[in-house]
């Protein structure tokens, strides 16, 4: 895969791709990071080198929100555009069938929250403030706060973050459940994120693209359709040369001893 991007930056290696925000200091989201992202998304889904993501803004900030400059002259209709435009890019990153971390150091507010959300988990420094503020401007989260943030956490928690417009530290967002993991002092959590990363990268890529779409979907609909996504997952994983490893491998020596290829 080619990575062209202006305001991403993409790294791969043993399995694992950085996708690192690049529109330094604070990577405010316009309109074109917005695109660029989403493109990224796709680009990372097909790329069969890579089997796990981590999605940074870097060792400073991981991303402060939507570009206020670009957005504050937009009509309604120019807003919808823009937003609707970022809700897809964002959906490609919360649909990568691959186990996909959000390493947070710094801000990570409205649009950067909303981004971080799309991931599997997050690990984020203790320097980390998190939040939806865009209350305090008088509108609403536009990229996936209001529908993404009440799943993770529940309704009442998402409702005091929302209303609010609160910075929440690391550690605050680890005891609600926002956070997995906080990393502390002198500590990289992009380098906690990719050591990680890479023990599922290591994983059946097929089961674990299951597995995600399995909990994913199976969420948002009833549990008799749940219950027929997840059959249709299993079914799938049996096609795959993996699970044909993993069956053998548990057979012949035990649990836990197969080495996957990903496919």
Known sequence: MAYDYELIKVDVSDGVAVMCLNRPPLNPLNAQLGLEIGRCAEELSLDEDVRAVVLTGGEKNFAAGADIKEMVDMSA???????????????????IPKPVIAAINGFALGGGCELAICADWRFA??????????????????AGGTQRLPRLIGPAKAKEMIYSGRFYSAQQCYEMGLVQKVVTGDNSVIDEAVKVAKRYAQGPAVALAMAKIAVNKGIECSIEEGLLIEAHGISLCFASEDRTIGMKTFLEKGPGKAEFIGR
Request: charged share 15%; hydrophobic share 50%.
């Open 77 to 95: 209709v120019m807003v919808t555009k823009f937003v609707r435009a970022l809700q897809a890019s964002f959906t490609a990153v919360e649909n």
């Open 125 to 142: 420094h203790e320097n980390a403030q998190i939040g939806q503020p865009e209350i305090l401007l008088g509108i609403i989260p536009g």
